[in-house]
């Protein structure tokens, strides 16, 4: 097995239209595994070999090696180029078996040492081009967030919204937001997870060590979260790689975001690792301002209700009981007995309106209670949150009265449907149009009267062998309320497109 470190040899003149092309042909895309398929495939090309491959560096820093030549019997029938990216291995280009049965020469050597040079620079553009990919999908996940949290709506949703965008960003299994409980540690208020869950609840009880690090505002990487004896058992649920990140600001820890991928899952990279602790932080401090935000308006609430008090105390209330006073001074001196009787009525009537108006008074004093924003107003939040992402803002409409025959559960369940519907259109489906319906009028197959969503997008529709798990979940959550959840091509659409469905009884 040949391997080649250091050659010294430099290419026939008469190889450089081929050496040429090839350079053109593997730095012609940004696709990181694009990239690496076209060097495969030119390598082969170039040396005439069967066979092409490329080894990147292990896991833990250390190059894959090759056998040395003199080890191998097969040394002639076989190459290997390292491969260098900005001066650091990136991993080995592998060739074998010549296409005319003979071993690779001289020549062969030096065109792939070449084409490794230029595939170093290629890889070197592709990587940037991913991680810049990967910091803008960051970015527009901490925009949504914080746009959620800010939005004034429900506060579970916008958690929700928190532990979805994680665990998408992050490529995990689970994404889980947890906050202070009241008997102390943490608790699971949102769950976002590619496999059926219920889990809210306690998580992380007050004598964990975990807890102790998180509210130490350290973060925690855990390669194997079945296995670490740290990890609580709400937390492990047979899970791999995890990110527990507290969720601090000026000190104070606010909760912690988990970010958890199945078991054997490659581990979370270094800039995996940054980026969803910058977006930690951002969720940290979009909490805060979200919190603030609250305070402001309900101190708003408070002064304009504590204001109404008052002009009812002292100017309502007090001039209806000098018209009470005025009364009872005519009620005496009338002598017809009609009148007096009529008078006393109007005072009697004075005295309950006060009372009521003292009533009044004291509900407006009170702590005015939390009122949920109705299922349309949820479901064009969802949509202007889509807009970051997508670069557009998906058309919508409405059939028959959304906010009054929907019940809870079932809207906050298509809120979540649409959601997961919005996100796997950003994802896969490179649309430029998303069409969402919400109809009330619908009649379900077993007669029911139900509400049906309906997400439509002009995509490339839904690959055979691709992930399903997101429209297995709409399907789990339509099914849990009786209801149904399908997809499929775009009626009149040649084809193209995917319009996912999802319905229940209200």
Not at 322 to 351: F, N
Request: overall charge negative; glycine content about 10%; aromatic content about 4%.
């Amino acid at each position: 097995m040949s391997v080649v470190s250091d050659p010294d040899g430099a290419p026939n003149p008469d190889d450089l239209p081929r050496l040429v092309e090839a350079m053109q042909a593997i730095g012609g895309g940004l696709e990181l595994q694009s990239t690496l398929d076209r060097i495969c495939e030119t390598a082969a090309e170039l040396a005439d070999a069967r066979y092409a491959a490329i080894s990147m560096v292990a896991a833990d820093g250390n190059p894959v090696r090759l056998a040395e030549p003199a080890e191998d019997p097969r040394s002639r029938d076989f190459l290997g180029i390292p491969v260098r990216v900005q001066g650091e291995l990136f991993g080995t280009l592998h060739l074998a078996e010549k296409r005319d049965g003979g071993p690779f020469d001289d020549r062969d050597l030096d065109m792939v040492r070449v084409l490794a040079m230029e595939a170093g620079i290629a890889i070197g553009n592709a990587r940037l081009y991913e991680a810049a990919r990967q910091r803008e999908r960051w970015i527009d996940g901490s925009v949504a967030v914080t746009t959620a949290l800010l939005s004034g709506g429900d506060a579970d949703e916008a958690l929700q919204v928190v532990a979805e965008q994680a665990r998408r960003l992050s490529d995990s299994a689970a994404g889980l937001m947890l906050l202070p409980a009241a008997e102390g540690g943490l608790e699971i208020v949102a769950v976002a997870s590619e496999r059926p869950s219920n889990a809210l609840g306690p998580a992380v009880p007050p004598e964990s060590e975990v807890l102790g690090e998180l509210l130490a505002g350290e973060d925690v990487f855990v390669e194997d979260a079945a296995d670490d004896p740290r990890m609580p058992t709400d937390l492990a649920r047979g899970y791999g790689p995890t990110m527990l990140l507290p969720l601090r600001s000026d000190g104070r820890v606010l909760g912690a975001l988990v970010m958890a991928r199945v078991r054997d899952a490659r581990p979370f990279s270094g800039t995996e690792r940054t980026l969803a602790t910058q977006f930690a932080a951002q969720a940290a401090l979009a909490l805060v301002m979200a919190e603030a935000q609250r305070d402001r308006e309900r101190l708003a609430v408070y002064e304009d209700r504590d204001r109404i008090a008052r002009d009812l105390h002292d100017l309502v209330i007090q001039r209806l009981f000098a018209t009470g006073m005025t009364l009872e001074s005519a009620q005496r001196r009338s002598v017809v007995p009609e009148v007096r009787r009529g008078v006393g009525r109007a005072v009697d009537e004075l005295d309950v309106t006060i009372q009521e108006i003292r009533t009044a008074i004291f509900a407006l004093q009170q702590e005015p209670a939390d009122i949920l924003p109705g299922l349309r107003t949820r479901v064009l939040r969802e949509i202007n949150m889509a807009a970051v992402p997508l670069g557009f803002t998906p058309a919508h409409s409405f059939v028959g009265p959304v906010d009054t025959v929907v019940g809870e559960p079932t809207g906050k369940n298509l809120v979540a449907a649409l959601r997961e519907a919005l996100s796997n259109a950003f994802r896969h489906s490179r649309a430029s149009r998303i069409d969402v319906t919400v109809d009330a009028t619908a009649r379900l197959p077993d007669g029911l009267p139900g509400v049906r969503l309906t997400v439509a997008d002009d995509g490339v529709g839904i690959p055979d062998g691709g992930r399903r798990s997101g429209l297995k979940n709409l399907k789990r959550r339509a099914e849990s309320l009786g209801g149904d959840s399908w997809y499929g091509p775009v009626a009149g659409a040649d084809g193209g497109g995917t319009s996912v469905v999802w319905e229940a009884p209200f």
